[in-house]
């Protein structure tokens, strides 16, 4: 881990010192998606409700940049002036193309996952995109306050049957989830539906700045 993705579990730990408690999971799910991102891998995201809105904020840091420029790999740079396309714009995608983290909110598809629940059961609305769009060895990131959300529960299932590695994120006790070997277990200290999305939005804005710090710092 670089000084600089170590400065932002510091400051996490210390601003919301009840995470210490999860310091050593969210490390792993850390060390993960550092070897998910570095194999060419994506991250696929769920939750429902708050936890969907969560999903989506997830992909939006991954996707987008979190706190520094990505810049583009020589080999980018060079395809873009090479190209005969655009030949008075280059410089504007130079200047605006950035490398991104790829991610996918299984929540954010609202005419698939109506479809899904329509046609076959709410509880496949995330298990069936996990089917579709996962690939061995890139990540779920799983969000459910209970731990016992049930399209969450198929989601991870599928995921672990099919390669993915699996990051959770729940309340203190981790419910259902918690028996389903998940590869990094973050169960933030809180009970109510609330406090436990209050905790787990600094746990993964946490996670989105260490993996940037470590891959384009």
Not at 146 to 167: H, P, T
Request: charge should be neutral.
């Amino acid at each position: 881990m670089t000084p600089s993705a170590k400065q932002y579990l510091d400051e996490c730990l210390t601003s919301y010192p009840a995470l210490n408690a999860c310091q050593d999971a969210i490390v792993r799910a850390f060390g993960l998606l550092v070897t998910c991102f570095t194999n060419g891998g994506k991250v696929l995201a769920c939750g429902n409700g708050g936890s969907a809105a969560d999903a989506d904020h997830i992909v939006g840091e991954m996707m987008n940049k979190f706190a520094l420029k990505r810049h583009l790999r020589n080999e980018d740079t060079d395809r873009i002036r090479r190209s005969a396309l655009l030949l008075n714009d280059k410089q504007f995608l130079l200047s605006h193309l950035q490398r991104q983290l790829p991610a996918i909110s299984l929540s954010a598809h609202s005419p698939l996952v109506t479809a899904i629940a329509n046609d076959e059961d709410a509880e496949m609305i995330f298990a069936q995109q996990v089917f579709g769009y996962g690939r061995e060895g890139d990540i779920l990131i799983a969000l459910s306050t209970s731990g016992n959300s049930k399209n969450v529960v198929r989601a991870i299932a599928v995921a672990k049957i099919f390669g993915l590695k699996v990051v959770c994120l729940t309340g203190r006790s981790g419910g259902t989830i918690n028996a389903l070997g998940c590869d990094a277990l973050i169960c933030v200290p809180g009970d109510v539906t609330y406090k436990v999305q209050q905790l787990h939005q600094p746990v993964y804005h946490c996670l989105c700045g260490m993996v940037e710090a470590e891959l384009f710092g």
